[in-house]
């Protein structure tokens, strides 16, 4: 049992330190807590209880071991039912407002509650009347999150791993500890540890190669945090220094200029031009970018997507009888809360960048849908794709697979990751070698509270 509690509660503090601010992932921490407790309680009852009495411990030490072991014990059976139909309406929301979803919380209380005021002794648990609400519970929720439908395709199998890892493990752990021991059957959790051990393994696999509950990407998010606080001092710092330097080499230049141009000297007098021109060049790369790595302020307001996204296809020239099409299927009416001049340069950026992939002509579909929490735009192009170390990289600054460097900064796409970050969405690519690229950009439908002002 000793591999149960350090495999459960180590699970549980990887997704407490990588998303807690996700209800769903936070209940699912608590599964895991809860789980753990009963392996807890099994570790001290068959482990540091005889210990304690074998070393001499007086009776004070081995009472309070056991009134743990209860605790633990009682934790496990009682809440891990609970917490798991939490997890389950917070992986699959339910339409209910922060008084209804307390009032459900409350309801889902009330048995436990009910159990432990009015059954007396307290522990060992009454199987069969635990069982009678706590199956139910294990049940439903388990159909609760079978049932949830991801909307975007690529997302599918980080789901289907999600409820692999969960939902088995699940079903099966409550078999040994609620449905058997009602009929006789008490020491068949022992067993637990190779479910464990299964869904360990899924989750290590999911967590580390696919996603799992979205905790893949939270780590890459924070990665790339990192990357870009990084770039933005390091290049404020920069940008000033040699923007000082190069205004005394215009201002020194035009100088010099203009005496070659009094003494009549045309060979000085182009030979200044030069260096006119490499400082104006400078200045240009300095100005681009400055534009992609400084703090952003975002001034939300609602617009329309649609209108939007016209008007981009027209700037880029995607209309009849280019090379590139593009395709808009976007529901008329349907609003977006945004800050317009940022999403358009956002979606300029990704829109060049199918363009680009696409040399020999292709078609960019767009679509625009809405879901419960969301508001969500698709760019999906019909280029070469990438591969996925390729697909790590290209969100990461100064990372560019374009030939031509000299303009190129590789910002275009940590620069889009900014905007959805600000805007409190998400900003995610999806690709596959020979299958296109597809760019997910998640608006949230909630009152928005601005990040970057």
Known sequence: MLFVLIALWGVGIVLLATGARKSSISWLSAVTFCGGSGALSAVIGDTLIPYA????????????????????????????????????????PVRLGPRGKRALALALLAPIAATLLLVRPIHPIPYGLTAAWAVPYVGFASLWVVFKRETHAALRRSERLTGLAIVPTVLLCSVMNYVLPTFGFVEMWRYNTWIIAFAVLVFVVAIFKYGFLGIRFLIQARRLDVSIRAVTSGTAVLN????????????????????????????????????????????????????????????????????????????????????????????????????????????????????????NGGEIAVKAYETKKFAIVEIKDTGPGMDKKLLKQVMEPFFTTKGDRRMNFGLGLSYCYQVMRKHGGSFDLFSEPGRGTTAVMRFPKREWKGRGR
């Open 240 to 359: 000033h220094a040699i923007k000082n330097d190069v205004g005394k080499m215009k201002l020194f230049g035009e100088k010099i200029r203009a005496y070659a141009e009094r003494t009549n000297q045309p060979e000085l007098a182009a030979d200044i031009g030069v260096v006119l021109a490499a400082s104006r060049h400078i200045q240009e790369m300095i100005a681009r970018v400055q534009d992609q790595t400084q703090e952003l302020a975002i001034r939300p307001d609602r617009h329309d997507p649609l209108g939007m996204l016209s008007a981009l296809r027209d700037q880029l020239g995607l209309g009849d009888g280019a090379a590139v099409r593009i395709r808009l299927d976007v529901p008329a009416g349907m609003e977006l809360v945004c800050d317009r001049a940022q999403t358009v340069e956002m979606w300029n950026n990704v829109l060049t960048n199918a363009i680009e992939a696409m040399p």
């Open 53 to 92: 009495a074998a070393s001499g411990a007086g009776s004070g030490t081995t009472e309070l071991l056991d009134g743990l072991r209860v605790a633990a014990s009682l934790l496990q059976y009682y809440g891990l039912p609970f917490t798991f139909m939490m997890f389950a309406f917070s992986y699959n």
